[in-house]
């Protein structure tokens, strides 16, 4: 999958965001138990205008650590 592929997997929403939650039902389903807290956490890591979601661009930012750590999504 492309970036835009997963990024539309996991914006159930489809409002061009990925929150907290979209982003912590991604985390478990790829198998990485995370808390809300964790969540928030990565969130913050890469929400570079700080509005508390993640855009496409932020949440590539997101893929392609995961892709450089081997993460299989
Ligand atoms: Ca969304
Ligand atoms: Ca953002």
């Known amino acids: ?3 835009q592929e997963v990024f ?3 914006d ?4 061009g ?3 907290i ?3 912590y039902a991604m985390a478990n389903d790829l198998g990485q138990a995370s808390s809300k807290t ?4 990565v969130i913050s890591q890469f929400d ?8 496409f661009k932020e949440f590539s930012e997101l893929i392609t650590l995961l892709k450089n750590s081997n993460q299989n999504v």
């Open 1 to 3: 999958m492309n970036h």
């Open 38 to 41: 964790d969540i928030e956490y």
């Open 48 to 55: 570079t205008n700080n509005d508390g979601v993640l855009d």
């Open 17 to 19: 965001t990925v929150s």
């Open 8 to 10: 539309d997997r996991y």
């Open 21 to 23: 939650s979209e982003l």
């Open 12 to 15: 159930k929403d489809n409002n």
